[in-house]
């Protein structure tokens, strides 16, 4: 048993309406001092086997296919300790 | 500059029909030994300034009361080197 974590992202030249509301609501809600907010996706993969190289190729096949458009999202693969 | 990440995920004993519909479909899509996938959000927020102590509590502020219902969800917040 082991967990992948998939980060997706906007790539950054890909305008993030969602960020934007938060970063313009900050303000008014009382929050100063943020320059930028960016929303994405996280998803937690539990594997049955171990995070080998294999099982770490078939998610990144997973993040490719099923879990980012990678025409405008981008993505990080790694193994949570 | 510093960037601070917050993660959102619903609580473990709330149901997550976002992911349970990844893990039906990776068979389908020829991927096998998932057993489970949970799907949340992921904020980067770029802050003006450093990422001390106050800044980091007024991002857990906004995780409380902006980025997360937390009846439902749960967050994390960390600095991204």
């Known amino acids: 048993?082991?967990?992948v974590?998939?980060?997706v992202m906007l790539k950054p030249e890909i305008?993030?309406?969602q960020g934007q509301?938060?970063?313009r609501a900050l303000p008014r809600l009382g929050f100063s001092g943020v320059s930028e907010v960016r929303q994405g996706k996280r998803f937690e993969i539990e594997l049955e086997g171990a995070a080998d190289e294999a099982a770490l190729a078939d998610v990144r096949k997973m993040a490719e296919t099923l879990l980012a458009n990678t025409v405008i999202e981008e993505y990080t693969v790694r193994v949570e300790g």
């Open 1 to 3: 048993m082991a967990r």
């Open 5 to 7: 974590v998939v980060d």
């Open 21 to 23: 509301a938060i970063a």
């Open 15 to 17: 305008l993030d309406p």
